[in-house]
Antibody, heavy 123, light 113 residues
Framework: QVQLQESGPGLVKPSGTLSLTCAVSGGSISSTNWWNWVRQPPGKGLEWIGEIFHSGSTNYSPSLKSRVTISVDKSKNQFSLELTSVTAADTAVYYC????????????????WGQGTLVTVSS | DIVMTQSPDSLAVSLGERATINCKSSQSVLYRSNNKNYLAWYQQKPGQPPKLLIYWASTRESGVPDRISGSGSGTDFTLTISSLQAEDVAVYYCQQYYSDLRTFGQGTKVEIK
């Protein structure tokens, strides 16, 4: 059973950079899956941020693309999120998630999720 | 962007009664080449991550009870809980995965009446 665990600072100052890591266990990050970040502001809905393949290929949400970088570290079986120039609007629970794959094809829905980590942007 | 709109925003249902949640997409999420609707449903309980319930609009994820079902095609979809149980209290989200920019509905909160 694949497990994902987010880690990183819970408090980031405005205009700073949010940095989170997702550790993958029970499976290899070099599998055919894509690895995603999704966020949820307190009391609100879900927003997809972006994804990465083990090769380093990425896709980002257009609304965040200018501020987001997702990277992968195959040696540590983990991937990371950086979000720059943060504001209070970036306060959210950040989840890492794995796409669903079947018969060698992967689809842009989320089969496995981490427990999430709350990041607050405040001075 | 494909906008997903759920209705209602919340509903209260008696134990054992039916709960119905609707999800409408701003454009079709039916992929003609394989005749599949790229629509998923998730359940989120307080303090927990979303849990995948349904994909391809009507295929239950392993372990999901058969009282939970999905239906619909094109732009209109429904999640039905045929006999509400206490453990079904949660927020439910639909999500389209037809476009590269995957988007979610705003969520529907299901409570016990």
């Amino acid at each position: 059973q694949v497990q994902l665990q987010e880690s990183g600072p819970g408090l980031v100052k405005p205009s700073g950079t949010l940095s989170l890591t997702c550790a993958v266990s029970g499976g290899s990050i070099s599998s055919t899956n894509w690895w995603n970040w999704v966020r949820q502001p307190p009391g609100k809905g879900l927003e997809w941020i972006g994804e990465i393949f083990h090769s380093g290929s990425t896709n980002y949400s257009p609304s965040l693309k200018s501020r987001v970088t997702i990277s992968v570290d195959k040696s540590k079986n983990q991937f990371s999120l950086e979000l720059t120039s943060v504001t209070a609007a970036d306060t959210a629970v950040y989840y890492c998630a794995r796409t669903y794959c079947s018969d060698g094809n992967c689809y842009k829905l989320f089969e496995y999720w981490g427990q999430g980590t709350l990041v607050t942007v405040s001075s | 962007d494909i906008v997903m709109t759920q209705s209602p925003d919340s509903l209260a249902v008696s134990l054992g009664e039916r709960a119905t949640i609707n999800c409408k997409s701003s454009q079709s999420v039916l992929y003609r080449s394989n005749n599949k609707n790229y629509l998923a449903w998730y359940q989120q309980k307080p303090g927990q991550p979303p849990k995948l319930l349904i994909y391809w609009a009507s295929t239950r994820e392993s372990g999901v009870p058969d009282r939970i079902s999905g239906s619909g095609s094109g732009t209109d979809f429904t999640l039905t809980i045929s006999s509400l149980q206490a453990e079904d209290v949660a927020v439910y989200y639909c999500q389209q995965y037809y476009s590269d920019l995957r988007t979610f509905g705003q969520g529907t909160k299901v409570e016990i009446k």
